[in-house]
């Protein structure tokens, strides 16, 4: 008859590694029920782990992809917003004009409320949200639009070109050598040279944003446009020449260049508020098809990857109950004692 013996050292070792694997394990559980995915991928999905991380790959394609679209929007919600201010400032200019009637008092009223307008249009102009400047094309770091008041380089500038053209002052020219002189000075607007080193800085290249893998849309505007050039041009010549010196057929001819002009300006900055609402529209429903990808590639990661929460709460309770049933066995391992029984 053969006898074999155990020590509470070998009960003990065994009961520390199986507290050890119990401890792992919960670990693993308890990760599974925080996260609702299988704490070692690789171990429970094998050959298809290369198929969860194209996934994985794909969705964090896409939600940068929304963000990127998310940024753009916010530039185009802004900018619509700003264009929309500019109109009605425009309007604002054009009711003065169109109000004008040639008394000096009406002319001092029109002519403050026309450099006011021409002073807040350049402040909306000048509009930044997060760092970027909203009408300076690609050259975002940079303001747009110079201050004519402040910096005053556009008015000298404008009378340069009258002394350089042979034009007499203001108050000395006629009805047509004024409406010879602002059809010239109307040119000049319109070149980039005179235009970029007296008004706008602005590059006369819009920000391109690629929303989809297959889109890419202009996402900015710039104050090089039309509108811009026409309402400057509207407002700076009514400041300047509709003064009490200058002849009333000469004012006439001011007035009729202005109201033209603005006329241009406001249309000018209507298209460009419908080319932002058209690009606002694509982002929009490109961000829609976006969110429609994520969610079928979120549902093939969860098929993939997901796991039984319940279960696993299940696994984490018996887990929790065998440790604590180990530590107590331990501890009375741990008690026993020869000395107790001699």
């Known amino acids: 008859m053969k006898t074999s013996f155990s020590s509470t050292h070998s009960i003990q070792t065994t009961l520390l590694q199986t507290m ?3 401890q792992n394990d919960l670990a ?5 029920v925080t996260t609702g995915v ?32 998310s940024v753009a929007t916010q530039r185009l919600t802004s900018s619509e917003e700003a264009l929309s201010q500019l109109a009605d ?28 307008a021409l002073s807040t249009f350049t402040d909306v102009a000048n509009t930044s949200v997060s760092g970027e400047y909203l009408f300076s094309g690609t050259n975002s770091d940079v303001k747009p639009m110079i201050s004519y008041e402040e910096d005053g380089v556009l008015s000298q500038a404008i009378d340069d070109f009258r002394v350089a053209g042979g034009y007499p ?29 007296n008004v706008s800085q602005s590059s006369n290249a819009n920000i391109s944003t690629r929303i989809s893998p297959t889109e890419v849309v202009e996402t900015s505007t710039n ?28 004012r006439r001819a001011v007035t009729d260049s202005a109201t033209n002009a603005i006329g241009k300006a406001i249309s000018g900055v209507n298209d460009q508020r419908s080319q932002i609402g058209l690009s606002t529209e694509r982002v929009s429903k490109a961000t829609v098809s976006l969110a429609d990808q994520k969610a079928i590639i979120e549902t093939h990661i969860n098929e993939l990857q997901g ?3 319940y279960e696993a709460s299940t696994r984490v ?11 107590t066995l331990t501890s009375r391992i741990q008690q026993l004692s020869l000395v107790n029984y001699l």
């Not at 693993?28 to 599974?32: D, H, I, L």
């Not at 047509?176 to 005179?194: P, V």
Request: glycine share 6%; aromatic share 8%.
């Open 307 to 309: 796991v039984d929460v």
């Open 38 to 69: 299988y704490a070692d991928l690789g171990a429970e999905l094998g050959a298809k782990t290369s198929r969860s991380l194209d996934l994985s790959r794909d969705m964090l394609r896409i939600e940068s992809q929304m963000t990127t679209n």
């Open 169 to 197: 002052a203001p108050a000395d020219m006629t009805a047509g050598e004024m409406e010879t002189f602002l059809t010239d000075l109307r040119t000049q607007f319109n070149d980039d040279a005179f235009w970029s080193t």
């Open 20 to 22: 050890a694997r119990a």
């Open 317 to 327: 309770s018996a887990l929790q109950s065998l440790l604590e049933a180990s530590y």
């Open 223 to 250: 104050a090089n446009s039309e509108g811009f050039r026409s309402f400057v041009f509207a407002s700076v010549i009514s400041a300047k020449f509709l003064t009490n010196d200058v002849p009333e057929q000469t």
């Open 89 to 116: 400032i425009g309007q604002a200019v054009m009711d003065s004009l169109v109000g004008l009637s040639g008394s000096s008092t009406t002319l001092d009223v029109a002519r403050g409320t026309i450099s006011s």
């Open 28 to 32: 693993k559980a308890n990760k599974e």
